[in-house]
Structure formats: C-alpha cells, structure tokens
C-alpha cells in the first residue's frame, strides 16, 4: 500500500470496534432467544424435565405456605404434562421419549390425572413420580409428613 501524502486520503478496509461489538450483540441475542424456544418444542432431556418438574413441585409447597391454602401439582401421565392446580394454562411438557410413571394417594385420582397436594403446614399427600428414558431413570420423592422434595437416580432393572 502506497504511503499518502497529508493532502490525500486513504480507505482502510476492515470492521470497526463497535460493528464487530454490535454483531456480537446481535448474536448473543439470538442465542439467548433461539435456544429455549427450539428445546421447548423438541421436549428436554430426561434430567431437564426431573429437574424442572422438581423444581415446581417446591413452588407448589411454598406457594401453599406462603398463601395458607393446599395447593396441587397436576400431572397428566397420558398427556405427558404437569401444571400447578391454579395455573391450569401454564401446562409444561414431558418429551414423548420419557416414560412416566406417578403414585400418589388415592384421594389425588380424578379423571385419569395424578396430583400430589401440598397443605398450608408444609405437609403434602406424599407420593413419586418416575422418569424414564433410554440412559437410565429417576425418580422424584415428595415425604408426605415434611412434604421435601428430593431427586433420586434410579438403577436399571
């Protein structure tokens, strides 16, 4: 590249800081958009799902407690779904490829749904729930008298 003279100018080709910065932006932003949204549709891993539905079964005790009124957590074992009883429209999906299995008491059985109920003390009906999938299972416990939530890794039978 010739040296210039200070009367004339010269064109640099490249990117400056701030557009290599606002590509990067712009990914980032996809990901964090792209990602959730296509492993939503395809159904999570089976520790995903025992982990997430872990996880709302406590939201569902504590929002028992906090508010002092028994709380449900609904499972449809056919539909593949779980939803807390108040938010009947805010279904969560198990992938096809997990099987699932739930026990719960007796009183919890309507219409071919399973629930495990949380009472404004803490304690709950008691039951599990199993997840099975290709790599292995596990099962997720609810105490009836302390109504703790616990993840447990299943052996192959």
Not at 55 to 76: C, F, G, I
Not at 109 to 136: E, K, N
């Amino acid at each position: 590249m010739p040296i210039s003279s200070a009367g004339s100018s010269t064109s640099l080709r490249g990117f400056t800081l701030i557009e290599v910065l606002v590509v990067l932006g712009i990914m980032a932003l996809v990901m964090v958009v792209v990602v959730p949204a296509i492993s939503k549709t395809r159904g999570g891993s089976l520790s995903d799902v025992a982990r997430d539905l872990q996880v709302e079964l406590r939201r569902t005790r504590s929002a028992a407690v906090l508010q002092q009124q028994s709380r449900s957590l609904v499972l449809d074992v056919q539909g593949r779904s779980y939803w807390q009883d108040t938010a009947g429209d805010d279904k969560r999906d198990i992938g096809r490829d997990i099987v699932v299995r739930a026990r719960v008491a007796s009183t919890e059985l309507h219409d071919g749904l399973a629930a495990i109920r949380f009472f404004p003390d803490g304690s709950s009906t008691g039951g599990h729930v199993r997840l099975a999938g290709a790599a292995g299972g596990l099962r997720i416990d609810v105490d009836w008298l302390s109504g703790k939530v616990s993840l447990h890794e299943e052996s192959a039978r």
